[in-house]
Structure formats: C-alpha cells, structure tokens
C-alpha cells in the first residue's frame, strides 16, 4: 500500500477519535459547571489543557462561550471539532479509494454538518450536537468494522485510533492526576466523589467501572480502570494490545517487526508492571508521563518503519 | 426551430422516446420533482463535486443533475460510434506524423507554422514511438446535433477528458432509483467502462515491463476539481490512486513509494497537464511533478497515457483540419462533419468574422470550459466591440463559428417538461485495438434559451441511453 495512503488513514483515525474525545470532554465540563458549589471554571481550563487548547485560554474566567468558539468552531485550533471534522474528511478524501463507501459518507456528512455553522446556533443546540458528534463517530467506525478490507490500512485506520484514544486517558489523567491522589481518599466528601466521577464521565466509563470494581468509587481503582485494564476499551492498557495485535499484523505483511514494535513492547511492559495496585507505588504521574513519551515515540517510529 | 430530440416534426413522440415517454406520464411531474430532490441528496451524500476554477465560493459544488435521460436509437449510435472510431483513428495517425517525418505537412494539407509553433507542440516528443504508436489513449468527442440526421463534431479532447465519471454515476443513481425501466434490457449497459480502460491501459505497457504491467492513475491531488473522478475511475480499476510525490524514477524504471518499500509502475494514466509531469523535462518551476519521468518514459521504462504532446490535436486552430486528416491518412471520407469554422488567422477569416460577429459564436483558440467565449447573438453592442477589439489584438488566437441550432432533450422543468439545448461526449479507448461503450455523457444547458453546456456556466447533465434495438 502507499506509504501516503497509510500515513493518511492513520490520521483520519485519530482525527475522528479526537473530534469525539474533545465531545465528551465539553459534556464532563458541562456536568460539573451546573454542579453546586464546584469550582466551574477550572473545570473548563482543565478542559482546554486536556485537548490541547492551552494556548487559546482567555484572559478572565473561562465561559461556555468560549468553549464552543475554541472546542467546537475554532477551524485553526487542531482540537476543536470542527477543526478535526475537516481535517478527518481532508485525509479521507485523499485516500478515498481506501474506504469504503459508507466510511466516506460518514466522513463527509460530518463535516457538512459543520459547514457554515455559527456560534449561536451551535451554543443553541450544544447537547444536540455532541451527541451527534458522538453517534457520527461510532458510524464511521462501525462502517470501518464491517465494510472495510482487512488489509495493511486498516491495521493503520486501527492503530491512528488507538493511539489517539490512549493519549486521551492519558492526558486526562495528567491534568486531573491530584484530584486521584491518596491524600483526598480520606475526605471522600462530595467534591471529590464529583471529580473522581467527572474523569470516568468523560471517558463514559461509569457503569463500566462498577461492573468491574463494585459500587465503591477510590482513586486507586480509577487509576486501575483507566491504565492497567485490559478489558475496558478507553483504557491505556486496553489500546496497547489493541496496537500490539495490529501491529503484529503489519510485521507479517511486511517481512518482520520494526522499530515501533519495540516501544510497543515497552508499553506493554510498563502498564503491566503497574497491575495489582502497583500503579501508585510507582508514581501514577510518572507513568502517566512515561507513556505519554512513549506513544509520542511509537507514532513517529511507526512512519518511520513504513516510510511515510 | 431547433430540432427537439423527443418529438418528430408531427409533433408525435419518436419512437426511443416512447418507453420514458410513458413513464413520464405515468409518474407525474411532481412525483419526478421529488425523486429529483432525492437523487441530488444522495449525490451530495456520496459526495459527487465539481470544482470550477476561478470562480469561487463552493468549491464542494454539485453539477445539477436532470432525471430524464437523453436517448439515442441503435441506428443512431451505430452511426456515431463508427464517426467516433474513425476520427480517434485519425487523431492519432497524426499524431504520429507530427512526431516523425510530417507528411501532412509537406503534403500542404495543414500549415506548418500552425503545427510546429503551436503551444501543444513538444519537441521533447519528436522520434520517439509510444507503445502501440498510441498517444491519446482516451479521445473525448463533443458532438453536437442539429437535425434528426445531422451531427457535427464541436470539438476534440486527445489529452485527459474528464467527465466519463458522470456518465457511470447518472446510470448507476438512475438504475437505483427506477430499476422498472432497466429491468426488461431494453438499454445497453456503460458499466463496463473502468475494465476496458484498464485493459486498454495494460496493452500500452512499455518495452521494460514483464508480467502482468501495474497501472496507476495520477493525480495532482485532492484539490483538483476533477479529484472526484480520478479516485472513482481508481477505485473501479482496483488500481493506486498516486499523487507525484508517491512515485520517484531510479534506475530508469518507476517506482511508488508502499509500506512495505519502492513498487515497480509499469503505466501511468495521468491526469496530470504536461507542464507539470517532470520538472526536468517540462516546467523547472514546477512543484508538481516527477524528476526524470520523461526520460523514463523515453527510454521505455514507463507509458504515459496520454503522451505529453497529445494536446496539439485537439488545438482548436487544428480542429478545422481533421477531415482533411481523416482523407489523408484513412482514405475515408468523414462520418461526422466539422462545424464551418473560420480562422481570425487568416486575412479572409478575419475580414468575415469581424463583419459578421453578432451571428457567429467566437471562441479563444486555447481556451476551454466554455470560457471566454462569444455568443454573438446574445452580446449587446458594447460586448461585440470589446471581443472584437480582443480579436484584432491577437486574431490567432481566436475562431469563430455559425451560432446553431442545437438540438434540444426534454428536461424537467418546475411544473412541465421543458426543452433544452444539450450536446454529447462520447469517450473512445484506444489500445491495442479500439473499444468505446454505448453512451457517453450528455450535457444540458439549464437556462431557457441558454447554448452553453458546460458545468462551469451553470450546465447540468444527464443519463445518456442507447437503446438496444
């Protein structure tokens, strides 16, 4: 396969996978607005550090409006929906003999609806819009399920997702990583029952988690949940062997493994060194860190290794 | 009056028309409307654009589509697609002749300066024989008709014609949305196209090649209006989609750049202009482009279809001379006939132009796209004055022909079937051998009244049938 086609399935993957991530982002950040009592605005700053949009922080107190215009429309902030829509279509387009039918509909209705909308109308329909965000999301990827050849690009569409969806709950937890220190386990009064729960909201893993942990909600578990599990599909843990099968797959196609499927084996390594509750013992940052590094590192070994 | 394709002149419905004629009536103009309204929603859903250069705004544009197909008998077609192969035969059996000994030329048939210091010309080409003797490998064809007998030739298209696309998605969305009246074969089928271009295609693989030759199509990339169709006719070939930075030249040979490291190409279908194919060849500027493709090609590693130089074929000032071309090199006399076209070039062409050009519709010699052109008899005065003014200045640069009566196809207008001026593009493949399928695309001015056709001037298109008896 082309090396320009690989490289842009890769991108159109993580492109989707951030437009949802940064959608489920602005719905934690609405939960916790109209909580009583909670510090609102710090919850919308650790939004914007979270996706990345540090740097479009205005001056004063961070207001709904200013999400929509940096999250949702802002075409030159690479986080915003909108901006990921075009540029998840772009890639598309210039593959798209690659996808299939339905992928590319799902591509170009998404950004349609997009196009041309203002920020009145968007703040009007916001919950309306991030689901739809949401459900545009699983159609692609639904499409790319069924319909899509099981050929190097789609271990490529596979990989670019799960990188992104990793380096999500890793940049979630970087930001929100002192809410899961031990020390506020003692309190367990109310705030902190809303922060814990606002980081599996954001990863729509709430019920997932008391399928898995039982009703009692700890720093400790959540961290487990959302690095070490291996069967909950937004954790880091989980994406890993998700890329590992992948890429697994790539070095049977072409002759053998390449440097990626090192660092991949590395991760692997690391998160398996934090389970049964080992992950603190560690320091909960500095793996968080550490993998941020090192999924930094895979993805440019891996256009490396397949020349793009 | 011009000749409206559905009626005879009795006024009663001509016998292609018969079967649509019936289904018209049978659904209703409002029941159409509303299959219209969802024939454009899915267009617009599988994404099916046109950009159009240098006029704005949407580039994601969607040429309007008209749900009543234009028709033409077995009879019809037989004597079109022997007109067609007889001229793409032609075209390229001059072709070869400009890049070799010029008989044409010193037989005095066509002037020499007209040839050899035109535009399209590439000396780069001179000697050297393309695989097959092939240079056009895909000649479009714009047939206009102004009579229930007559059909005449607007003009040639030797370099990469665009369009073939609309044709297999119009059938593919109508056989979809009213499979009643494919359903007793009563029309000849087009979807055969992509495998004969491939097959065509692969028999011009070059000199170096062995085994089964891979082709690939190559375009400049996603933002080219025609992007749509390149990665259409890609898909439906099952070939790579590469753009010219995928593809470098070592070692005499072609290669893509895949993940699994360089793959040897064999055929490039480029929808790439000369200019831009190879830096070192053509346009150092510039920055699309290949280094060192040409050379490859030269030396027989690579085809490229078209060959660079096809283009002074289809140059309009050469235009005027394709029957003579047909005579010359087939010893036929010409299926299809030219439109009288006068040459600015000449003292005579110019004298007769000027003094007539409120009659005549003026066109720019390299011009294409239904730009910068004159309808004489839709200009006021002032537009007259400054077209001619543009004429005098460089009158080479301009031809002029009779305003016709084009014929026009029933289309669907808000309340009743309305007629209007459509003309036809027909696409030949030239192999091995010649291969063309029944149909090709119709082109339809939307506007009452309105001669032009193309999708950059508010045109639209059509589904084009052929029956099968």
């Known amino acids: ?308 | 009056m011009a000749f409206f394709e559905m009626h005879d002149q009795d006024g009663a419905i001509r016998d292609c028309y018969a079967e649509v004629g019936r289904w018209i009536e049978g659904t209703g103009i409002a029941g159409l409307r509303r299959r219209m309204e969802e024939a454009e929603a899915i267009f617009r859903r599988i994404g099916i654009t046109f950009a159009v250069y240098g006029e704005g705004g949407d580039p994601e544009r969607l040429i309007p589509f008209d749900l009543l197909p234009r028709i033409f008998s077995r009879l019809e077609w037989q004597r079109l697609e022997l007109g067609i192969r007889q001229r793409a035969q032609a075209l390229n059996a001059f072709l070869y002749d400009v890049y070799h000994r010029g008989e044409i030329m010193r037989a005095g048939l066509i002037p020499q300066d007209l040839v050899y210091r035109n535009e399209a010309f590439r000396p780069e080409m001179m000697g050297f024989d393309p695989p097959g003797r092939v240079y056009s490998h895909i000649v479009g064809i714009d047939i206009v008709r102004t009579g229930p007998e007559s059909f005449e030739v607007l003009e040639d298209n030797c370099r990469t014609p665009s369009g073939v696309s609309y044709m297999l998605e119009n059938r593919e969305i109508m056989t979809r949305m009213f499979p009643e009246l494919f359903g007793r074969g009563l029309v000849t089928p087009v979807d055969n196209y992509p495998a004969l271009l491939l097959q065509s295609l692969k028999e011009v693989a070059p000199p170096a090649c062995s085994g089964d030759p891979v082709v690939v199509l190559l375009t400049p990339g996603s933002l080219n209006s025609a992007y749509y169709e390149h990665s259409f006719l890609a898909d439906l070939m099952g070939i790579e989609l590469v753009e010219p930075l995928d593809l470098f030249v070592d070692d005499g040979r072609v290669w893509m750049k895949t993940t699994a490291g360089p793959r040897q190409v064999d055929v490039i279908y480029r929808r790439i202009d000369d200019d831009y194919l190879d830096p070192l060849a053509f346009r150092p500027d510039s920055r699309l482009g290949v280094p060192g493709l040409f050379h490859a090609y030269r030396s027989g590693g690579v085809t490229l279809c078209s060959a660079p130089g096809a283009g002074i074929a289809d140059d309009k000032a050469i235009y005027v001379y394709v029957p003579e071309m047909i005579r010359f090199y087939l010893g036929e006399e010409p299926i299809l006939a030219n439109i009288p076209t006068w040459q600015c070039g000449t003292p005579e062409g110019l004298d007769y132009v000027l003094t007539h050009l409120g009659e005549l519709v003026a066109k720019e010699v390299h011009g294409s796209g239904g730009y910068g052109m004159l309808i004489g008899p839709q200009a006021d005065q002032a537009a007259l004055a400054a077209y001619a003014a543009r004429i005098l200045a460089n009158p080479g640069g301009f031809i002029a022909q009779p305003t016709l009566a084009l014929s026009t196809v029933p289309t669907l207008g808000e309340t009743e079937v309305v007629r209007r001026h459509a003309d036809f593009r027909p696409y030949c493949l030239v192999g091995k051998q010649m291969r063309l399928v029944a149909g090709g695309l119709t082109r339809v001015a939307l506007t009452e009244g309105s001669l032009v056709v193309n999708s950059s001037q508010g045109g639209g298109v059509k589904d084009t049938w052929v029956l099968r008896n």
């Open chain 1, 1 to 308: 396969m082309l090396s320009r086609t690989a490289e842009n399935l890769f991108w159109m993957a993580r492109y989707i996978e951030r437009a949802e991530s940064t959608a489920r982002l602005i719905t934690m950040g609405q939960r916790m607005a109209v909580l009583p009592g909670s510090a609102y605005r710090d919850e919308w700053r650790s939004v914007l550090r979270v996706t990345d949009s540090a740097g479009y922080l205005p001056q004063g107190p961070v207001t709904e409006e200013d999400i929509v215009r940096i999250l949702l429309l802002d075409p030159d902030n690479p986080g915003s929906i909108q901006s990921c829509l075009v540029r998840a279509r772009a890639n598309g387009k210039s593959v798209r003999t690659k996808l299939t039918q339905e992928m590319w509909e799902a591509l170009n209705m998404s950004w349609r609806r997009f196009e041309g909308l203002d920020a009145a109308e968007a703040r009007h329909e916001l919950p309306a819009l991030i689901d739809w965000v949401k459900t545009r999301a699983s159609i692609f990827r639904g499409a790319a399920e069924t319909g899509m050849l099981r050929t190097a690009g789609h271990d490529f569409l596979r990989i670019g997702g799960a990188i992104e969806r990793a380096q999500m709950t890793l940049r979630l937890l970087e930001v929100k990583y002192y809410v899961l220190l031990p020390e506020t386990d003692v309190v367990g009064g109310g705030r902190d029952h809303y922060q814990w729960t606002s980081v599996l909201h954001a990863l729509s893993g709430s019920r997932a988690y008391h399928h898995v942990y039982g009703a009692v909600y700890t720093p400790a578990r959540i961290a487990d949940f959302l690095m070490v599990n291996r069967i909950f599909p937004r954790s880091v843990a989980y994406c890993v062997d998700q890329i590992r099968t992948h890429l697994g797959r790539l070095a049977r196609e072409h002759g053998g493994p390449a440097l990626c499927h090192d660092t991949a084996g590395e991760l692997y390594q690391l998160l398996k060194d934090g389970r049964d509750g080992a992950l603190f013992d560690r320091g909960l940052h500095e793996t968080v860190q550490q993998c941020i590094l090192l999924f930094n590192r895979l993805a440019s070994e891996l256009a490396e290794s397949y020349h793009f």
